[in-house]
């Protein structure tokens, strides 16, 4: 009998899956939803072939995590099999929570409450249906498990999560300057003082990896286009929640319509199962299908922005290094709304101004420790040649202007 399922995956190629707790969380309908998400969201705006789904990106994580159980082992780090176990289901839910389009919905149907928090709750239920199989495997999640080095494998500088998507959004956007040596990295990683550090012989391919990491965020993720697209689906969704509100029949498929009729906060969404029931049910499709039927809409505003998003008419996108004045927002608003006879507060959904900043390293906040001879650690910022402390830490911002083509 065969003791695991095996998936080919374009990026590591035969992944295996044990029969059991793993295999049944890979089954579980809350699981099988995210093969409905993509992962990169709107991003195929820009780069036609990031169609992948979380789905894919979680079954990539898990494996990297058993290559760093394997490793770490081999090291002499004690990891007994439930840990190892426990760590693999953690890494194959980080994401379940996560709602359609990436973190668009977090913001807009639902306040207050972010996607991690969603798949807490999503894994305790499943513990709940398992009887108390995913006890560990929460404890780890929550960095409430004595080895601290196991929550650092789901979540740090140098996780299973950041290590798989980098590469496979490298991979599916054709960036490959993004691309970096996930299996190198894996067998620098080393545990000491309970903390996961890198070998001295990686810090080429760290730097390398923090480099690839800054490219992909400007490139891909924060690429002006992605960032309109998103600014366009957010508005067409809060102009739908608004005429809900005002009492318009809004057609939405019946998970979509719940959170559009429905005003869901954090507390809201934790204590009532119908909102945590329709969420589970939503995914991609949901808000394509509304929207496809939204272009034909009489609410001039509404069939715009769902026309612009099917049809891929993108917002114009203006890029500056200073805040924008309050003036020019105001004449582009104006212009807007003369242009198309409507009222400046509805020309407030076809224009959208936004602020991106992404730090490439915060020493403050999370750091990759470098390990030497004689257990001597210094942080990478101190061991690099080519990454100073300076340049490491540069906070770059950029203010996004977004609105309406004619």
Do not use: W
């Given at each position: 009998m065969n003791d695991s399922k095996i998936i080919n995956d374009p990026i590591f190629g035969f992944i295996k899956i044990p029969h059991g707790l793993l295999l049944n969380i890979v089954e579980h309908p809350l699981m099988q939803r995210l093969t409905r998400i993509k992962q990169l969201g709107l991003t195929l705006m820009v780069y036609p072939s990031a169609q992948h789904t979380r789905f894919q990106h979680s079954l990539g994580a898990f494996h990297l995590m058993s290559e760093a159980i394997t490793s770490l082992t081999q090291k002499g780090i004690f990891i007994f099999d439930s840990e190892a176990e426990a760590v693999e289901a953690a890494i194959l839910m980080h994401d379940i929570g996560h709602g359609p389009f990436s973190h668009v919905l977090e913001h807009t149907l639902i306040n207050g409450i972010c996607h991690e928090e969603i798949s807490l709750l999503m894994m305790e239920q499943?513990?709940?249906?398992?009887?108390?199989?995913?006890?560990?495997?929460?404890?780890?999640?929550?960095?409430?498990?004595?080895?601290?080095?196991?929550?650092?494998?789901?979540?740090?500088?140098?996780?299973?999560?950041r290590l798989d998507y980098l590469r496979r959004d490298s991979?599916?956007?054709?960036?490959?300057?993004?691309?970096?040596?996930?299996?190198?990295?894996?067998?620098?990683?080393?545990?000491?003082?309970?903390?996961?550090?890198?070998?001295?012989?990686?810090?080429?391919?760290?730097?390398?990896?923090?480099?690839?990491?800054r490219l992909m965020y400007w490139q891909v993720y924060l690429h002006k286009t992605t960032v309109s697209s998103e600014k366009m689906l957010v508005n067409a969704l809060m102009r739908a929640k608004?005429?809900?509100?005002?009492?318009?029949?809004?057609?939405?498929?019946?998970?979509?319509?719940?959170?559009?009729?429905?005003?869901?906060?954090?507390?809201?969404?934790?204590?009532?199962?119908?909102?945590?029931?329709?969420?589970?049910?939503?995914d991609d499709n949901d808000i394509i299908s509304s929207i496809k039927v939204w272009t034909e809409n009489d609410d001039?505003?509404?069939?715009?922005?769902?026309?612009?998003?099917?049809?891929?008419?993108?917002?114009?996108?203006?890029?500056?290094?200073?805040?924008?004045?309050?003036?020019?927002?105001?004449?582009?608003?104006?212009?807007?709304a003369d242009k198309l006879c409507i009222s400046e507060d509805e020309a407030n959904f076809l224009i959208s101004v936004d602020t991106v900043q992404k730090d490439m390293y915060d020493i403050h906040d999370d750091h990759i420790t470098?390990?030497?001879?004689?257990?001597?650690?210094?942080?990478?910022?101190?061991?690099?040649?080519?990454?100073?402390?300076?340049?490491?830490?540069?906070?770059?911002?950029?203010?996004?202007?977004?609105?309406?083509?004619?």
């Open positions: 499943i513990n709940r249906e398992m009887n108390g199989e995913l006890n560990l495997a929460l404890k780890i999640f929550k960095n409430e498990y004595p080895k601290r080095f196991l929550h650092q494998l789901i979540s740090s500088q140098l996780d299973m999560d991979f599916y956007t054709g960036v490959t300057e993004g691309n970096i040596g996930s299996a190198r990295i894996i067998k620098m990683l080393d545990v000491h003082n309970d903390s996961l550090v890198v070998n001295s012989k990686g810090i080429y391919t760290i730097e390398n990896y923090l480099m690839a990491r608004q005429l809900a509100h005002n009492g318009k029949d809004i057609f939405a498929t019946p998970s979509l319509k719940y959170f559009l009729y429905n005003d869901i906060d954090a507390e809201t969404f934790k204590k009532d199962e119908d909102a945590q029931r329709h969420y589970a049910i939503l001039k505003v509404l069939s715009i922005l769902a026309s612009d998003i099917i049809n891929r008419k993108i917002f114009k996108v203006e890029i500056y290094n200073e805040p924008i004045s309050d003036n020019y927002i105001k004449s582009k608003k104006h212009q807007i470098i390990l030497f001879k004689d257990n001597i650690t210094k942080d990478i910022s101190e061991s690099s040649e080519v990454l100073n402390i300076a340049l490491l830490s540069k906070k770059i911002r950029k203010y996004y202007l977004c609105y309406q083509r004619f």
